[in-house]
């Protein structure tokens, strides 16, 4: 019996480790053919605000842009990038939410992204990116100012996943540009429209390690993602985040239980472009109310994944929901 017994935990340690080393990162992952349009994202003129240093409850020293409306009454509205990138995404719908005076805006580089993050594409543990957050919103938030989570791609699944964790209540409401939902979600295309290269098995045999309690092996890649060389030779391509550890890429999707993430969301706006490469956009209402009446949807008629952000008919309807929030 207690032979059998070892043998059992012998084969519990073992087979995860061989998923996780039958798996590895390919070198120099770029895109080819398909995946997102990049080509379709607007050059800004406009300079964006400075990016500033705020300090985490690690004492980590993280970045951050403000954008201020100068309107007493108005929400303090978050806003999370999307998978690779950072927060000049939102330089120009920043700037167009906070002239508008709709809201306040701050816009982090969210841990392990950025010009100089401490370690590029990973986090100390899973769940740090919330910590973060609730971290960001103590020090900026007015007392009694609403506060608005706003998120893109990987930073709307971040935004559902921080609705249906501990700091929860801390927001009031979210909006969700066309969110990662998880990859077993209806609205998924495979590998997101071949923009994220996944090692399943790698991440499978992970997964198993921490159901055991085993966590020292977080720190490995899982995902890859393939930036176009247009974008990688350019004036930011130093700025991009071209892999995420275990502990990233799960501190950074909703959990498992999608039903109890949206469950939780507040009132929340969701935009999609139809045309969306990585998601299904017309499976996001039937896939989200099913579990949440609180939400309204617009799907944005020829708009893709990465220009939906800056899309005026998005704006629109942004501007229309923060207006009676």
Known sequence: MF?????????????????????WPQKDLVADAG??????LPDH????????????????????????????????????????WHGLQFNALARKIADSRLADVVVPDLRGHGP??????????????????SDLIKHEAR???????????SGGGLALRF?????????????????????????????????ARPLVRRIIGLSIL???????????????????????????????????SYRLNQSYAPRADLAAEIAALPPFLLVAGEKDEAFDAALYQPTLAKWNRS???????????????????AFEAIANWLGRI
């Open 3 to 23: 032979k059998t017994f070892l043998i059992g935990l012998l084969v519990l340690a073992v087979a995860p480790l061989g998923l996780i080393f039958s798996q």
């Open 35 to 40: 995946g997102l349009d990049f080509s379709r």
């Open 45 to 84: 003129e406009r300079a964006p605000a400075p990016l500033e240093i705020w300090t985490a409850r690690d004492d980590s020293d993280l970045g951050v842009r403000r954008y201020r409306s100068g309107n007493a009454s108005a929400p303090l509205v978050v806003m999370l990038h999307g998978s690779g």
């Open 116 to 133: 100089t993050p401490q370690h590029r594409g990973d986090v100390a543990y899973i769940g740090q990116l919330e910590d973060d957050i």
């Open 143 to 153: 007392p009694g100012q609403k506060v608005v989570l706003l998120g893109h791609s």
């Open 163 to 195: 609705a249906g964790g501990r700091h929860g209540k801390m927001i009031d409401g979210a909006i969700l540009l066309a969110p990662y939902l998880g990859h077993a979600a209806p609205t998924t295309r495979p590998q997101s429209g071949g923009w």
């Open 210 to 244: 921490n159901r055991l309690g085993i966590t020292a092996l977080n720190g490995l890649t899982v995902v890859q993602f393939r930036f176009p060389p247009a974008i990688l030779n350019g004036p930011l391509g130093a700025t991009a985040t071209r892999s995420y």
């Open 295 to 313: 939400g309204e949807y617009k799907i944005v008629s020829g708009a893709g994944h990465l220009d939906i952000v800056d899309n005026p008919f």
